[in-house]
């Protein structure tokens, strides 16, 4: 098993380094002048120069990427071109909003979306596995944004029982920061009424991110359990009496839900990418939001950064994924051992 | 839903329909689940305590990118400009009225080359420490060191060491030349606390690293450097001791939360629902209506002087041809815009200078949209070789809807007079970065100018001189060698009067050449709520100073 997880390791290393020479390059060829940005609207040509040559942006493009290559090899992100911070410490700041709304939204597709999977299958074409579909259709053709939107004007605007925007009610102030997730760090501070705000600043937005993993774990848990349900063995479960019940939840849904646990993985990256529209219009201060100011002020060595650590954070998803998979199915480590 | 708050209404609903569900076979696991959702729901619906307690100030307006008030100069830095940190001068109300704020006085001698400043004795530093002539001294020597944008106005008559101490509240600044713009540029420049940033300087970098994210001011309210979050949170206490007193105020605010909103529906609807005080003060023009419908919030409007401006490079053909930009300018449908996109929320400007500064030529009249004087100007302009044939690229910045409105409808109506305009989506870093070279500038470009500081020296003096060609306010690339001589004798003059004549023939020269296209004066709309009271507008600063405002519960 250490084998089989050092090769995961091993081969997700050439593609963060590609990630990172890809990304610069692309980072610089886009039009814009960070200088020009940096120095302000009331800047002079020659003040823009000043700041081009101090942040080495005049230098030739290979020269450019070379340090930056080492910088990150280094365990240096830089510092932000637009407030001069370093980077680490603004991405540090906002990962753990993204994180804490992309678990929360993981565990609502998973936890649902196999549940919903497995009762789907265990009614083939009834009346269950019919509406099963329609929702997983719909989940996966709605607009986020479209749909972020609605349960904002239902559940905030009309209902007003739950939060529109941000993390946490301004009145309540923050819990003192240990990991920068609100609902560990509230729990921590034994702040319960914080807890509470937290989870209810959360529900929208996870529920917004979730809804189109869950289709998609629905569908393939679905699926998963029924090509299961064909299996001799449970054929022979079955002819040794065993429940209905007992069968799918213990004997074919551990069988079914390797490709389920592969599409978490997948789906992992997506909802942190997808996390960028949901910030915005939920106003989660993630590293989604962080972006899209990077964007829009060109602040490229953000912009570099926040895909690196999305590519960082995908990567060991991934490697997570491969062994949890080598766990449910010891076959599939055997096979590359 | 009867007497049941919606909460408790919701619970109950989703109970009755939990207790509903037929509890066999499939079903049972399905109730049990729903149950949890049911039970969730109801505990998330509970209302908090907390709410019923007073609520801070909440800002929603956006955050500059650094704290540090001489390492960047934009509309969101004015915010901690105003309130955090204090000038030697400063803007106040609407027109602006530039009064005497850390400086008690001042004098310029006679060729317009020394200023000698004279602060008022009291004033004290966030941290207790009395504010003195070497405090103000080192405020300019960094400022002019660090040479970042709010250095800009100063650094080409200015340098670090002719800035000097002559007396305990006494400071000079000797020019190199006259430059009559200095003291209406005074309120750019911050005053900061060498004692706080002294501890925190790395590599000679004046402590910018560090005030980035902290403050050094004396300003009417105090940051909290530790739940500072760039560009998402800003916490803000009342100083007691801020050296203008609180005599004026008698409800003032104590504790301010700047929470700026990405999305502008989001913002709204936030503002709505109460969770912010204060949008941003461009307020969609088709939200006004909905906002004042609200019982609880209202919109303020105030004339601002920003200037809406669709840019020509008159470097390039066709537009250095000056029919060619006359038919461009004809073109332009600025009442559709102003009165029907707009809705009216915007006043017509004729120049590059608002209509509400000094220094406009008397009668100034604005271009009209008439299609037929522009196929006129547009044949001289093919009469005369120029190339309307191609298509003319208009750059907008993406997430500002106006500017896309804009080029959308010059679009329609250019093409009604036989020339094709091509729109490119672009953001401000974008076009701003291409804007140093004549040969990179865009044909067309969409933006404002807002109000740095108040002179006309901020609109068509920076704008329409060669010598700033490169930056991104002069980028039509307009050369007028007479427009030059007066926009620079305007510069160098102290005496206001001959200033204003020297403008007003400046902008009259260019206004007839029509490098571009000048179309609106903005009106600023703020949403408020309507516990937020005090609220007092000016354009340099766009009414975010809080030490004028009170709260109602």
Known sequence: ?337 | MGQLCPEAWLAREAMRVCSGARNKGLWTMMTRWMHSICLTLTLLAAPLDAQAQQRPLVWGDTLPATLDPHAIFDVPSQFTLLNVYDGLYRYQGNPPRLEPWLAESHSVSADGLTWDFTLRAGAKFHDGSEITAEDVAYSFRRLLTMRRAPSAAFTPVLTPERVTVTGPRMVRFVLSEPYAPFLAAMPLVAIVNPRVIAPHVVNNDWGAAWLAANSAGSGAYRINPATYQARVALDMERFPDFFQGWSGNARPIDSVRVRPVLETSTRVLALMRGEIDATDSYLPTDQVERVERNPRTRVARDESMRVFIIRMNNRRAPFDNRDARLCFAHAFNYEGFNNVILRGFVVRNAGPNPNNLWGNPEGLAPYTFDLAKAREHCDRARAAGADLSRPIEIHVQNELEQTVQAAQMFQADLRRVGLNLRIVPNTWPGITGATGRAETTPDMWIHWVSTYFVDPENWVGQMYDSQFHGTWKASSWYSNPEVDRLLRAARTNLVQAERQLLYAEATRLVVADSPDIWVYNTVNLRGLSRRVSGYSFSPVGSGGEIRLMSLEN
């Open chain 1, 1 to 337: 098993m250490a084998l089989y997880i050092l090769r995961r390791i091993a081969l997700a290393l050439p593609a963060l380094f590609g990630l990172i020479l890809v990304t610069f390059i692309l980072s610089r060829v886009v039009p814009g002048d960070p200088a020009a940005t940096l120095a302000g609207d009331a800047a002079t040509p020659a003040q823009i120069a000043d700041i081009r040559a101090r942040y080495g942006l005049d230098k030739p493009l290979l020269e450019q990427a070379f340090v930056h290559v080492r910088q990150v090899l280094s365990g240096d992100l830089g510092n932000s071109v637009f407030s001069g911070r370093p980077v680490s410490e603004e991405i540090l700041q906002r990962l753990p909003a993204t994180l804490e709304l992309t678990f929360v939204a993981l565990f609502f597709a998973t936890i649902i979306g196999v549940v919903l999977g497995l009762i789907a299958a265990l009614d083939h074409n009834g009346p269950i596995d019919h509406l099963v579909r329609i929702v997983s259709v719909g989940g996966l053709a709605v607009a986020s944004f479209w749909l972020a939107i609605m349960l904002q004007l239902q559940f905030s605007m009309e209902w007003d029982i739950l939060p529109l925007r941000g993390r946490m009610d301004v009145a309540l102030g923050l819990p003192p920061r240990i990991t920068g997730f609100l609902l560990i760090d509230s729990l921590a501070a034994g702040r319960f009424d914080m807890f509470v705000d937290a989870l209810r600043h959360l529900v929208l937005p996870a529920v917004t991110l979730a809804l189109p993993g869950l289709a998609t774990i629905a569908r393939f848990t679905r699926s998963g359990v029924l090509e299961a349900l064909q299996k001799d063995y449970v054929l022979y479960a079955r002819a040794a009496g065993y429940g209905r019940v007992r069968l799918a939840a213990i004997y074919v849904l551990r069988n079914a839900v390797t490709v389920t646990v592969t599409q978490v993985g997948l789906l992992f990256g997506a909802l942190i990418s997808g996390a960028v529209a949901i910030e915005a219009v939920f106003d989660w201060p993630g590293l989604g939001t962080y972006a899209v100011q990077a964007i829009l002020s060109a602040d490229y060595k953000a912009l570099l950064a926040v895909t690196l650590v999305v590519g960082v954070v995908y990567a060991v998803v991934n490697v997570l994924v491969d062994v949890a998979q080598a766990l449910i199915d010891p076959r599939v480590a055997e096979q590359i051992s």
